[in-house]
Each structure stands twice: as C-alpha cells, then as structure tokens.
C-alpha cells in the first residue's frame, strides 16, 4: 500500500461547480498534513495545511479524519484558474519528510 | 518567487555517468529537502539535510548521495546514472523550527537520461 495515495482524477468540471479531491494515508503516527497545487511544468506551492478541526480559506475547505486516516479538499465556485494537479501531502515521521500523493488533476472549463 | 533557486534548469547525460544538482535554499531556512518527481507522478521524497548532516531519507539507493553547506545551500549528486534516472528533480527548503511544516520549493532541474 501506497504512503499517501489520491483520487486519480482526472476531474473535468464546468465554472462555479463544486469539487471534492480525497486522499487517504497509511501512517496512523502522521502528525501534519498539507494540500499543495502544482501547475503544468511549475514546481508545488502551499495551498493550504490541514488541520484537525478542519480549516477554511475563502473557496476551499480541508477537512481531516484521523481516525479513517483520511484528508479531503474542496473546491467551491470553481475557476478557470483552480486548473491544475492537487497534491496531497503527509508528514510521516514528523521530522518534515514530507510525502506527496501522485496528485489529482482539475480542469475547469468555461 | 520562493527565493529557492536551483541549478542547472535543464540537463541531458548518458547512463553510467555523474551528476551534481544544486539548491540555494531561501534566507533563514536551514533545512533542504530533495524530490524525484517522474512525469505523471508525485514528487518522491529522497533525503533531508539539517544543519549540514542528512536528517532522513527515502527509498533511494546509495547512488544517490548529497551535501549541505553552512550557507545552507545543497548538492544532489547522482553516480551511475540510470534511464529512470530521468525526472524533474526538486528541491525544498523550510525553516525546522517554524513548526509549520511549510515546504517552498525551487522551480526545479530538469533530468534527462539518454
């Protein structure tokens, strides 16, 4: 089994849907958990961390189940420019080795 | 921009030979990670550098080997370069002690092995 292992989309939306990206992790020791979005040829950016009670930024929501060993994104009133591979990130060993999910992919269309 | 810089941005070797990478990480960041990461794919975690000491690694073999410098800054070296070799290698500095976790990654070399 895979360390971290996601949806493997692709996801083809329309503007203004709403888009759920999960990711489940095999580590019950893991301790930190981010979201990160790479564009095509780009390197990865923070999107945003994911936190026991959930976190909100504008559009997005991460949510976190420890107890399924399950992260989750979602993307409301999707835009053109959300286009892009969604990476989920776990931190293993909670020295910052961080592992990376293979990603999933968004496209939203006009 | 990150502030994380990486050199060179493309290269192209044949199997069997040597390669150096090199990451510049962003100021006050003493921590650098690399990543292998395939086309299609995730990166892959290779090893971490705090303090100039390897602090973790990954499911790399031996030939993959690297340094980290009191600026700071890191070398990936690769021996005996393989065809699978090929890949965007990355690296990514954080500051340990933020708690954070937050990684910021340089825009990455671009590995060809021919």
């Known amino acids: 089994r895979k360390e971290v292992e996601q949806d493997p989309g692709p996801f083809n939306v329309p503007e203004g849907a709403t888009v759920a990206f999960n990711c489940t992790y095999s580590?019950?020791?893991?301790?930190?958990f981010f979201w990160y979005r790479q564009d095509c040829r780009k390197e990865p950016k923070l999107l945003m961390s994911v936190y026991s009670s959930g976190n909100e930024d504008g559009r997005f929501t991460a949510q976190l189940n420890r107890a399924s060993q399950y992260i989750s994104l979602l993307i409301r009133d999707s835009k053109l420019s959300d286009s892009a591979t969604y990476l989920c990130?776990?931190?293993?060993?909670?020295?910052?080795?961080?592992?990376f999910g293979a990603g999933t992919r968004l496209t939203v269309k006009p | 921009e990150t502030g994380v810089t990486q050199s060179p941005t493309h290269l192209i070797k044949t199997r069997g030979q040597q390669v150096t990478l090199r990451c510049s990480s962003q100021?006050?960041?003493?921590?650098v990670s690399w990543y292998q990461q395939a086309l299609g794919q995730g990166p892959q975690f290779i090893f971490q550098?705090?303090?100039?000491?390897?602090?973790g690694r990954g499911n790399f073999p031996p030939r993959f080997s690297g340094l980290q410098f009191p600026n700071y800054s890191s070398e990936l070296n690769v021996n005996a370069l393989e065809l699978d070799d090929s890949a965007l290698y990355l690296c990514a500095s954080l500051r340990a002690a933020s708690g954070s976790g937050e990684q910021f990654f340089g825009p990455g070399t671009r590995l060809t092995v021919l």
């Open positions: 990130v776990v931190n293993v060993n909670n020295n910052n080795d961080m592992r």
């Open positions: 580590n019950s020791a893991s301790q930190s």
């Open positions: 550098y705090y303090r100039e000491e390897e602090n």
């Open positions: 100021s006050g960041h003493n921590t």
